[in-house]
């Protein structure tokens, strides 16, 4: 069954900070009475794993987990979910998995394929700095290598 | 030079962020990442942590095919249903929709305002100019006095279409919201439904716990008892002879715990005729069993033999007990005899020794009538002998009790009194030791100062002396000669004429409890010989009853058993049952009885449960039955005896 998931550039528009404060209202009124709707959840989390501030998306992305381990019937359409939280946190490698897991029941979903683009492109950024680094220290390295050998041919004339 | 550069750092370079996670693969991106990292200076929250680590189990959970309201609703469209600014397109439309009154006067207050704020008390500016402001609404610009709000306004087609679009999308966002509710009250009931389950599991196991509670009580008191008979028993070597009231455990050999549970595993199949009495010394010790075939026997419970005869009673032997050694019993010749079973066994070897010394001089005396299925002589033994050649041989009856005028139907000892009840309406206390009879209680004499009391005292049922039991049992009857009832037909459709007055008694100190013939169970005082009480409540003969400190119970024959309390005497409990009760026992968890089946009913107290011993059990109705602890036996129309485990 196609699922009607965001596309991952809904993710990165937050809520404005009086939206988010009544869908927290909202929760812990609900937890308070003892039992939490899944939508409430849901709206909760989703409010704060759009936002900017990574504490809120690590709360977020907690409060999926627990709608993931809870309700069966939602499990497929959280994947999706975790893995747009772990993107946007930066674990890309999660991300992948629960994408990957995604894609194996829906082959056909487009926002899935285009979160699993969106996280290749993360992990070769991330490569390229890496690169960048290891290229840079690489160079240092050659430098000082070079100065220390020079030193110690200029020592015996 | 970069490659071989980033080979060697794959290789050498144990990332930090590596051991942070644990992980195997170390590759460019890991790597990219560390900077970016300590640039934003992340504190690894135990939380980030915990969302790190529950990844693969969550990877591992099922994940089934969405169904019902999760296919319906995906989360993302309950959540722009229900988030607050879904609602906005109303309030904009309401907004729309507010009419300005005066458009030349927008800076000030508008009169309805104005109005509004009056009503509440508040001072406003110019509060004194009702007047004018009166006089300045009807100034209305463009509109005349009565016309609608709505004529006022005028929307334009785009508005329209935006307003009919937003409309629509909110009535979208509802249906949501009512799937939502729908699908939150469904899981909620379904929770609540296997709360209810655990629930009625957690009553059941209080139930059995409860159970479990009485019996340890019944254990404690058991051990005490034990424990201050020993104490007592320094010296003098008697034995623990426990009355009969002993609640405790009794002592069972221990392949007796191994032996299935409700089932019947021994038979005694030696009498003729159906059993009329029974009663055991222990577990696995001495029966005594009595049948309409005139014989009473002894048998060994260990090994499941016939020992003896109780010789000595002519007819039949209608109420037993047996107290370790010591055996009573009662019969249709009128007479209570008083039996040594070490006695009897003896007498019966020296009997079948003298038999089969020598056959033609075998000494029987005093008992022509009873058929002894171990001779085959019968024309040798049918002859008297007048002169027994050996010694005089040992006597299994000690004593005969003479006194009653009719059969002998029920009987009651401990320690040195017994009570018996006989069918000529009087109940008798005996001293065993000396074989004198001490009191005579009259029933029928009890039965007549009862109804001869003028007023109604203040008994609380406000019944007043209406003749305790049988409905018309009158005086009349009760004072016939003959006593005689026709019992309804049992669950195999026989029956016959029950005959017995008194159907049961029990007596502790001086306390004496009978239920007779007309329907009544009366609680005796021995010292005076008076019944000063009768519980009403059965419609035909109580045929069995027992006492413990708080309750008594009666079976009759009107099917039923009533269990009633002891200070109050008021009926706590009736179990009724399809065929009438002959014979019951009951203990602080339950109430075994034979109901007039083949199977042997048994009523769990604190369960109200009731269920029946069937398997390898009787053919025929069950008539008599007693139990120690696990260990039953049961006698039965089909002159069978049979051991159970319970």
Sequence with gaps: MHTDLPYAADAEVSLSYDELEVLRRQFQREEEQGHVTTQTKFNYAWGL???PQREQQVRGVHLLQEIYRAEPSRRRECLYYLALGHYKMGNYEDAKKFNELLMEKEPANLQAQSLAALIDNGVAKEGYIGMAIAGGAAAIGTLLIAGLIRRAARRPE | MVQTAASSSRTNQPGRIMEARGLSNFNFSTLGRAPLRLAMKQPVTSQDLGILESTPDLLQTPIPEADGVAKEISLLKGFNATIPSSEKGKARRRQVRNVQFDDENEGEDSSHRKLGMQARGMLTEGAHNDEEHGTHGRKRRGAKRGDALTASKILGKEELSRQRREILQDKENLHVRRRLAQAEIDEITRKINSLDLIRSQLEQDLLRIQEEDLELEDELRGVQERAEFEEQQQGSTATFQPSRRRKGPAFLPSEHDDLPHGVAFMTLASHNAPITALDISEPYGLLVSASQDESTRLWDLSSGEEIAFLRGHTGIVKCLQVEGNLCVSGGTDNTVRVWDLRAVEDEEEALNQSFVGSLASSPRFNAPS??????EDDTAVLVERPKPAAPARPRGCL?????HTKTVSSIYFEDACLVSGASDKTIRQWDINTGQCVLTMDILWALSHAASQPAPSTSPRGSTFSIPGL???????????????????????????????VGGVQFWGYALVSGSGDGAVRMWDMRTGQAHRTLVGHTAPVTCVQFDELHIVSGSLDKTIRIWDLRTGGIAETLRFDYPVTSLQFDSRKVVSCAGESGIKVYNRTTMQMSTLVTNGHTQPVERLRYMDRYLVSGARDSTVKVWAI
Excluded at chain 2, 370 to 375: H, K, L, V
Excluded at chain 2, 474 to 497: Q, T, Y
């Design chain 2, 471 to 501: 409905p018309g049992a009158s005086l009349l009857s009760a004072a016939s000669n003959s006593f005689s009832f026709p019992s309804p037909p049992m669950a195999d459709g026989s029956w016959d004429m029950y005959l017995d007055f």
């Design chain 1, 49 to 51: 794993v759009k936002s």
């Design chain 2, 370 to 375: 009873i058929p002894d299925a171990e001779e």
């Design chain 2, 399 to 403: 004593r005969t009790l003479e006194g």
